[in-house]
């Protein structure tokens, strides 16, 4: 998600200065997404400049609300409609920082793989308190909860697929030699070879 659009999405609630924006933010997240309160300033900034938000006078306090403009809802509802395109992610970091331990002499592949593994439940396990926490609650605002399931449902999957990983690692990995690594290159599977039982668990 651009902040961009999450910062019009919370003006379509109403006005807001920079700080209350920034705690907004967070608070829709579940504190998973933390803003430096420049980043919400810059933001702002260019939003004004694309007529997409409007500056209104000084409060008491000295803080200048925003509010969201016509052409700014336009846009908002454009990008609620307009489904999210897997290009136009973040690139997998994982994916290729495994990619990068395969063709890099002298890595232990597997470490990787089981350090990786290991921080993957440490999370699940986190996030699987809180939601255990929000249930208890039944707060009728589902927006955190929500955001809860999907980091779930992305550490249930990111560990699924490095279970892939180690088995098609072992796979590969002559008999009775040690970790594989990209010093010592392996030859292919065989495709009669099974799988060993276990691997990936």
């Known amino acids: 998600m651009s ?6 999405a919370l003006l379509e609630r109403g ?7 920034r705690a907004a933010f967070e608070e829709s ?3 998973t997404w933390s803003l430096n309160i420049g980043q919400v300033y810059t933001t702002l900034s260019r939003l004004e400049r694309d007529r997409f938000v409007h500056p209104l006078p000084e409060n008491d306090g000295g803080q ?7 052409t700014g809802r336009a846009e908002l509802t454009r ?6 395109e897997r290009t136009d992610r973040p690139r997998d970091e994982l994916a290729i920082k495994l990619a990068l331990a395969m063709a890099t002499p002298g890595v232990d592949v597997s470490a990787v793989v089981q350090s990786q593994r290991a921080a993957g439940i440490r999370a699940l396990q986190e996030y699987t308190r809180l939601k255990r926490g929000q249930d208890a609650a039944e707060s009728a605002d ?5 955001v809860l399931d999907a ?3 992305q550490c249930e999957a990111e560990i699924r697929w490095l279970d892939h990983c180690e088995a098609t690692i072992l796979r590969r990995r002559p008999s009775g030699t040690g970790p594989t690594s990209a010093a010592a290159p392996t030859p292919a599977a065989d495709p ?6 276990g691997a990936g668990r």
């Open 79 to 84: 990008w609620f409609a307009t489904p999210i």
């Open 151 to 153: 980091m779930i449902f």
């Open 29 to 31: 997240v579940g504190g």
């Open 142 to 146: 589902l927006s955190w909860p929500l």
């Open 15 to 21: 006005p807001m200065y920079g700080y209350q924006l």
């Open 3 to 8: 902040i961009r659009h999450g910062l019009l």
């Open 192 to 197: 009669a070879a099974k799988e060993p039982e």
């Open 64 to 70: 200048r609300p925003y509010e969201i403009t016509e």
